[in-house]
């Protein structure tokens, strides 16, 4: 992508969601999904996203949880996020996006979140650098709705990832 139209969307970003991604990314970007964008279907469907590649991924050090501060009804619902936890980890798909399209989900993503930059694993063990995104501050925790968190269940499911971890998303409580 070019420098001036990177220089655009980035500003674009920054106005639809207060973020303002780094001046310099690689193109392609990965981007790693824990929450309802591990779905293939709506990721696709309803996020328009192409990707070149994806893959099982694991982000040690992080748990998964649900944070009231943001999602269609802050306060109220809870979307996905993730919190530092040593010994825990998340898992999740990595997806090869254009950064293109990345500049499309960041302008898409809550402007609750602000971004983490870090390593996630691969299936295989390897370490890939990737872009993924958390609410900077401590935030409350509460329930996901039922219907939002039956896509992630689904996702994790069709992803195949590790029993033990479906088993944790099987224990998680939702409000109706």
């Known amino acids: 992508?070019?420098?001036?139209?990177?220089?655009?969307?980035?500003?674009?970003?920054?106005?639809?969601?207060?973020?303002?991604?780094?001046a310099s990314l690689p193109d392609p970007i990965w981007y790693f999904a824990y929450g309802s964008n591990m779905n293939e279907r709506l990721f696709r469907e309803r996020r328009h996203m192409r990707w070149f590649e994806n893959r099982i991924g694991r982000l040690r050090g992080y748990r998964l949880c649900f944070s009231v501060a943001g999602g269609m009804r802050p306060g109220v619902s809870a979307p996905a996020n993730i919190k530092e936890a040593p010994g825990k980890t998340v898992h999740g798909?990595?997806?090869?996006?254009?950064?293109?399209?990345?500049?499309?989900?960041d302008a898409s993503e809550?402007?609750?979140?602000g971004y983490l930059w870090t390593e996630v694993e691969d299936a295989d063990g390897s370490r890939v650098p990737a872009v993924t995104y958390k609410v900077p501050h401590d935030?409350?925790?509460?329930?996901p709705g039922r219907r939002y968190f039956?896509?992630?269940?689904?996702?994790?499911?069709?992803?195949?990832?590790?029993?033990?971890?479906?088993?944790?998303?099987?224990?998680?409580?939702?409000?109706?």
């Open 139 to 143: 935030a409350p925790e509460g329930r």
């Open 150 to 176: 039956e896509v992630i269940r689904e996702a994790a499911r069709e992803r195949g990832l590790p029993a033990d971890y479906v088993a944790f998303l099987d224990g998680v409580e939702t409000r109706e």
């Open 93 to 105: 798909v990595l997806y090869l996006l254009p950064l293109g399209k990345f500049a499309r989900l």
């Open 110 to 113: 809550g402007s609750q979140y």
């Open 1 to 22: 992508m070019n420098v001036v139209l990177w220089s655009a969307l980035r500003l674009w970003i920054r106005y639809r969601r207060g973020r303002l991604p780094r």
